[in-house]
C-alpha cells in the first residue's frame, strides 16, 4: 500500500506542476499582449490546449 501511495503522490505532483506550468504560461502570453506576434500566441495557445486535454486525460 506504501507503494501505491507514493505513486499516486507522484502522478498528482506531476499534474499540479503541469497545471502550474500552463496557468503560468497563459499569464505570461497575456501579459505580453502586442509583443509577441500572433502566429506565435496561436502556437502556443494550441499547445496550452493539447496540455489542457492532456491533463484531463491523466485525471479519469
Partial sequence: ????????????????????????????????GDKVPAYVKEKLEAKLRELGAAISCRST
Fill in 1 to 32: 500500500m506504501v507503494n501505491e501511495a507514493d505513486k499516486f503522490a507522484k502522478e498528482e505532483k506531476e499534474k499540479r506542476d503541469a497545471i502550474d506550468t500552463q496557468n503560468q504560461t497563459e499569464k505570461q502570453i497575456n501579459g505580453l
